[in-house]
């Protein structure tokens, strides 16, 4: 389990903004395939805009992690922490803080991270437990390998189109190619 969290309701409110559109895709057919066009913000509302979030590399030798956050608060919508296994490997524990409608705690399912125009990632998450102001909720959490593609599509991209559970948001990736490189050179 992901190390507890405070957040202010506002922003667990606004992890999650409820899209009932679907994804906006257009673009000319070349013979054989039809290239996707970038989803729109109006069908990925911007989930971090409106408080300034950014990426930030928390690595202080000891807990290698990654957020994206709102500076000097606690306030986050996406956690990443290095876990060193008994075994000798790595994985990234994720956290997305925010509620998808329908899940309750333990549900699996999957989701998909999109960057720019490129490939849906699909994730399988489980909605698992953790303390956010006192109060015990359910988040989505998953686990990832250190190598996983998502990595360096987030790094190199310029915005995620999250689509979980047919709640769509997405997040810019300003400054995710630093704070990513750093955090992942220090989870090895």
């Not at 990654?66 to 790595?90: H, I």
């Not at 989701?111 to 125009?117: K, L, Q, Y």
Request: aromatic share 8%.
């Amino acid at each position: 389990m992901l190390k507890r969290y405070t957040l202010s309701a506002a922003a667990i409110v606004l992890a999650l903004v409820a899209s009932s559109g679907s994804a906006t895709q257009s673009g000319a057919v070349d013979d054989e395939m039809a290239r996707p066009a970038i989803p729109s913000r109006e069908d990925y509302p911007d989930a971090g805009q409106a408080f300034g979030m950014v990426w930030h590399n928390e690595s202080d030798g000891k807990l290698p992690m990654l957020t994206f956050m709102v500076p000097e608060t606690d306030n986050r919508l996406w956690a990443m922490r290095c876990e060193k296994l008994d075994n000798g490997s790595v994985r990234i524990a994720n956290m997305i803080i925010a509620t998808p409608r329908e899940m309750v705690a333990d549900d699996q399912f999957g989701f998909t991270v999109r960057v720019d125009d490129g490939a849906s990632i699909g994730v399988l998450a489980r909605m698992l437990p953790t303390q956010i102001e006192g109060q015990d909720l359910v988040m989505p959490q998953f686990y990832l390998p250190n190598n996983h593609t998502l990595f360096p599509a987030l790094a190199r991209g310029n915005r995620a189109f999250v689509n979980l559970n047919g709640n769509r948001f997405s997040v810019h990736l300003k400054g995710s190619g630093d704070a990513l490189v750093s955090f992942l050179r220090a989870c090895r």
